[in-house]
Every structure is written in structure tokens, then in C-alpha cells.
């Protein structure tokens, strides 16, 4: 004896546009590659903004040094 289906059933998952759990999954390495590169370029380009050497680069603990400023007193203006 043959069973027959009325009408099919749809399951709908959510959603936000296109975006879905198992595309979000699936775009997770990706999105922290890309964020990971965009985060090291900020860095580098902020390098010379002193706000950002005394609250970031000086805390490193041995490259910080680097970012510490020292001179000399016959160097200093009088």
C-alpha cells in the first residue's frame, strides 16, 4: 500500500538576511583572519599617536622599552 504526502512540510530557520547559524560557522575563521590583520594594522599605523604608545606598546613586556623615552639632558631644549 503507497502512502501519499498532502503537501510538503517546510521548516524555516532563523535568520538575519542570509545569514544563518551554519553560515556563521562556516564564516568564523574567516572573520578572525580579517579581524585579526585589520586589528594589527591599526597598530601599526597608530604607532606614532603618543596616546597609544603610553596606553598600549609601553605595557608589552619586553618590547615596551622600545616605546619609552629617555633622552639625554644635553639633548633637552633649555
Known amino acids: 500500500m503507497v502512502r501519499y504526502i498532502a503537501q510538503p512540510v517546510y521548516k524555516t530557520l532563523p535568520h538575519l538576511g542570509k545569514l544563518n547559524l551554519q553560515n556563521l560557522l562556516a564564516y568564523t575563521p574567516n572573520l578572525a583572519i580579517w579581524g585579526g590583520a585589520s586589528l594589527m594594522g591599526i597598530f601599526v599605523f597608530a604607532e606614532g599617536v603618543p596616546i597609544f604608545q603610553t596606553t598600549f606598546f609601553q605595557k608589552i613586556p619586553y618590547f615596551g622599552n622600545h616605546w619609552i ?10
Do not use: G
Open 69 to 78: 623615552s629617555n633622552p639625554d639632558p644635553q639633548d633637552l631644549p633649555q
